[in-house]
């Protein structure tokens, strides 16, 4: 049972994949989003609604091998630390959806992740601490520490966004090195 919360406040698009492509990577986990104005990933439970009426069984654990996504609800990640410390004890991996690394502090004890996008032209946002850059299609060298990931495919990005797992994507492999590294 491991927790890992991640933010990529600088691309929308890539702070909607990445959490997504994180779980993937590991075959069964779900991710939860933390972030009140976030994306309306599809499912018909939120991050709120289990919260106002409390998590069923079914809601604590996996029923099914794969990736499922909590879209948020328009809670605020404070009200929701007992649900998501009580799914963290039932999910084999739990991706935290955050919107900004300042938001940490309700990663419920495990490492806070920024993803950071590698943009030409001294675009690329600073960072201290490690993080993850993921390439965009230029070749750029990552101005921190940390872990590079190469360009996505459109497949991959594509597949992802209409909530299938592109089983062979090796883009979406490569996030389980983010498990592997250490991040606080």
């Not at 289990?50 to 809601?59: A, I, N, S, T």
């Not at 084999?92 to 030409?120: C, E, F, K, T, W």
């Amino acid at each position: 049972m491991t927790t890992l919360a991640i933010s990529c406040a600088t691309d929308g698009v890539l702070g909607v994949l990445a959490p997504v492509a994180l779980a993937a990577s590991v075959g069964t986990a779900l991710v939860v989003d933390l972030d009140p104005f976030g994306p309306p990933y599809p499912g018909s439970a939120s991050l709120a609604d289990l919260v106002e009426e409390g998590p069923r069984l079914d809601d604590l654990r996996p029923t099914r091998r794969g990736v499922a996504v909590l879209r948020n609800g328009g809670i605020e990640a404070a009200a929701a630390r007992d649900v998501i410390a009580a799914l963290a004890k039932g999910w084999p991996r739990l991706v935290l959806r955050l919107a900004s690394i300042s938001d940490a502090a309700v990663g419920q004890g495990g490492g806070a992740v920024p993803v950071i996008p590698l943009l030409p032209g001294g675009m690329t946002p600073r960072c201290e601490r490690p993080a993850v850059y993921q390439q965009m299609g230029w070749h750029i060298k990552a101005p921190g520490p940390g872990m590079t990931i190469k360009t996505p495919p459109r497949s991959a990005a594509t597949a992802l966004l209409e909530g299938r797992v592109p089983v062979r994507s090796r883009w979406v492999r490569s996030w389980r090195r983010v498990w592997e590294m250490s991040w606080v």
